[in-house]
């Protein structure tokens, strides 16, 4: 290949990954057209998009867009298909995982689509990670659940005592009004 077509390469890979911070590497092997079709359909669906890549070429390029990865990485083992879209690792991983696991199309991706990892903000991480993290709002509602926590816990502090003040309060004003009500049953 010359370098004027591998400057081309590398310059199409830039502009395909410019932004991209969250992406999963895939390995396909064996897949044929119709399972290639389906896959790219069902998560096109979803607004995530397959690429598949020459090895040293993207290695460069991630290398200068700063995500640098061991050379001994598995990423750059065999062949490479790089998926990425969604709004974060979370949806991503979880798209791709349920397309994969999908019962009707089991028998066109079975071993034909391997995952080789994920990458979340340019840091490789194990795919099974990438799924346990929590998507953006996920996120969000577990630090608006822990920043409302110590409120909550503050203001029943607050309002337990006045709660009990008020109840001996109407105690002794029940008692009060039994009190006339006995003297003059008394009487």
Known sequence: MSKAIK????????????GVRDLVVLSVKGL???GEYTLRASL??????????????TQRVFAEMGMNFPDDSPFWKQNTVVAWGANSIAELSRAIDTELRD???????????????????GEPLDFKDALTR???EEAISQVLGLILSPGAQVVGCLVGPGGQ?????????????EEPAAAATAS
């Open 134 to 136: 929590p998507t953006r």
């Open 7 to 18: 400057q081309m390469e590398m310059d199409d890979l830039r502009h395909a990954f410019d």
């Open 165 to 177: 003040v008020v109840g001996q309060i109407a105690s002794i004003a029940e008692k009060k009004e």
């Open 32 to 34: 044929n057209s119709l």
């Open 103 to 121: 019962v009707k199309k089991a028998n066109l991706y079975r071993d034909k689509v391997t995952i080789k990892g994920a990458v979340a903000e």
């Open 44 to 57: 096109r669906k979803k607004k995530i998009r397959l690429k598949m890549v020459k090895n040293s070429l």
